[in-house]
């Protein structure tokens, strides 16, 4: 994934540990998961980061 972002390896750990990918790189995610041969909204993103804030306001 990393790779995939033009990122650091320890950068995208990271975010791995805090269950949260910035969404200043949304674009680049969704480009990725494209490359792989997934498909990934900005919709899709915004549904997955409010179900993690639901949960975690729980």
């Excluded at 750990?13 to 998961?33: E, H, M, Q, S, T």
């Excluded at 041969?37 to 306001?57: C, I, M, V, Y």
């Amino acid at each position: 994934m990393s790779r995939d972002l033009g990122e650091n390896y320890q950068t995208v750990a990271a975010w791995k540990r805090r269950g949260n990918i910035p969404a200043k790189y949304d674009l680049k995610v969704i480009a990725a998961a494209k490359s792989r041969g997934r498909k990934l909204s900005l919709e899709d993103l915004a549904h997955a980061r409010a179900a993690a804030t639901f949960t975690d306001a729980a």
